[in-house]
């Protein structure tokens, strides 16, 4: 049984940081694609970084220089360092696991952690 549970979301002050982690069980860590995803109230929900089995990182425009994404392959783990945090922030953060044998359902997903920004 596939397990993606998000851990660390909470409230924080503007310019303050939280690191957010998504520990997974049930698949080969280590060959899957982990990205975190956001969704607003209202807005559709958004790729927010992502790194590969290789390592290789991206992420949304909106939070370059200010999130960085890691993985822990020991520990089947995925973190989400974010900095800076803004109110625009605020959103349902949720990890997604991608690899070979999640293709045809969009990889599998965690239930989300809140993450709350105020002003």
């Known amino acids: 049984q596939v397990q993606l549970v998000e851990s660390g979301g909470g409230l924080v002050q503007a310019g303050g940081s939280l690191r957010l982690s998504c520990a997974a069980s049930?698949?080969?860590?280590?060959?899957?694609?982990m990205r975190w995803y956001r969704q607003a109230p209202g807005k559709q929900r958004e790729l927010v970084a992502a790194?590969?089995?290789?390592?290789?990182?991206n992420y949304a425009d909106s939070v370059k220089g200010r999130f960085t994404i890691s993985r822990d392959n020991a520990k089947n783990t995925v973190h989400l360092q974010m900095n800076s945090l803004k109110p625009e922030d605020t959103a349902v953060y949720s990890c997604?696991?991608?690899?070979?044998?999640?293709?045809?359902?969009?990889?599998?997903w965690g239930q989300g952690t809140q993450v709350t920004v105020s002003s």
């Open positions: 997604n696991a991608f690899g070979p044998d999640s293709v045809s359902r969009g990889g599998y």
């Open positions: 049930g698949i080969i860590f280590s060959i899957n694609t």
């Open positions: 790194i590969t089995s290789g390592g290789n990182k």
